[in-house]
Nanobody
Framework: QVQLVESGGGLVQAGGSLRLSCTAS????????MGWFRQAPGKEREAVAS????????YYADSNKGRFTISRDNAGNTVYLQMNTLTSEDTAVYYC??????????????????WGQGTQVTVSS
């Protein structure tokens, strides 16, 4: 397993942007599919975006398509989530996760074994 640490969360106005980072420690980062999930108060954890081990394929939840971009730097053991045109609906704790399975068609918490501690994103309207 890898250990994951997220950063980059904070308070932003509606329409603004944030870039989240997730840095992994441990071996074999390039062998993991990586994903971002989020959880708002009182709601279940939901998928945001994921990226394949090589970075050549991605998946986005419908609500994020066109606004969010996931990318990774395997040399630096880091995965990113660029979030643009943020709305109050994006307010949540964002979690980074690592797993061995990737699909460009679906994304589930069941696909991931290692999780970060989360970083808070708050969008003010």
């Amino acid at each position: 397993q890898v250990q994951l640490v997220e950063s980059g969360g904070g308070l932003v106005q509606a329409g603004g942007s944030l870039r989240l980072s997730c840095t992994a420690s441990g071996r074999g980062f390039s062998g993991y599919a990586m994903g971002w999930f989020r959880q708002a108060p009182g709601k279940e954890r939901e998928a945001v975006a994921s990226i394949s081990q090589s970075g050549s394929s991605t998946y986005y939840a419908d609500s994020n398509k066109g606004r969010f971009t996931i990318s990774r730097d395997n040399a630096g053991n880091t995965v990113y989530l660029q979030m643009n045109t943020l709305t109050s609906e994006d307010t949540a704790v964002y979690y980074c996760a690592a797993g061995s399975y990737f699909s460009s068609l679906r994304m589930s918490v069941d696909h991931y074994d290692s999780w970060g501690q989360g970083t808070q994103v708050t969008v003010s309207s």
